[in-house]
């Protein structure tokens, strides 16, 4: 599977754990679904970085 693939699965289960955290308010699974998806929105950046010096 690539990376951007991967990374999407990532962000939606990062935007799942949010939702959950919102719905049941749960300030910590809230937190830990905030911090997935800035981590997988890094690891994005970094691809495209990657991708820009490979040209």
């Given at each position: ?20 955290g ?6 910590p ?10 981590l ?6 970094g ?6 010096f490979?040209?």
């Amino acid at each position: 599977m690539g990376d951007r693939a991967k990374h999407l699965g990532q962000n939606l289960g990062g935007h799942a754990k949010e939702l959950a955290g919102r719905a049941r308010r749960d300030k910590p699974l809230e937190s830990e679904g905030k911090r997935e998806r800035r981590l997988v929105q890094l690891k994005t950046a970094g691809d495209h970085l990657k991708k820009a010096f490979k040209r």
